[in-house]
């Protein structure tokens, strides 16, 4: 079992920047980056495998979204550029041991493990 927690969630201005942080209290775990926004579902961003360090990332998200590990920290981060109003959402960490693949990282249904979430707001 792996205890998650996110930061960095804030109340930006349009075309700005933030870097979320997800702590974890073990390694060894596949490790992604999910957001929902009122009213829709889950949606998938961007994973890390554990076994290998292979990253995957929603395609049309790939340029404004970045995910990164400090393996040394057990710490996921989330970079996220150029903020709009439609990336308004609670942004979620979550992780599982065989979570990030290809076929299935986008899948809320494949991670196990998360954390409560860290909102951002986009508005001017």
Same mark, same amino acid.
């Given at each position: 079992q792996v205890q998650l927690v996110e930061s960095g969630g804030a109340l930006v201005q349009p075309g700005g920047s933030l870097r979320l942080s997800c702590v974890a209290s073990a390694d060894h775990y596949d490790m992604g980056w999910f957001r929902q926004a009122p009213g829709k579902e889950r949606e998938?961003?961007?994973?890390?495998?554990? *076994?290998?360090?292979? *990253?995957?990332?929603?395609?049309?998200?790939?340029? *404004?979204?970045?995910?990164?590990? +400090?393996?040394?920290?057990?710490?996921?981060?989330?970079?996220?550029?150029?903020?709009?109003?439609? +990336?308004?959402?609670?942004?979620?960490?979550?992780?599982?041991?065989?979570?990030c693949q290809r076929h299935s990282y986008t899948d809320y249904r494949a991670f196990r493990y998360w954390g409560r979430g860290t909102q951002i707001t986009v508005s001017s």
């Open positions: 998938g961003i961007s994973c890390i495998s554990a *076994r290998d360090g292979l *990253r995957w990332t929603v395609p049309d998200m790939m340029d *404004r979204f970045t995910l990164s590990k +400090d393996a040394a920290k057990s710490t996921v981060y989330l970079q996220i550029d150029n903020l709009g109003p439609s +990336d308004t959402a609670t942004y979620y960490c979550a992780a599982d041991l065989f979570g």
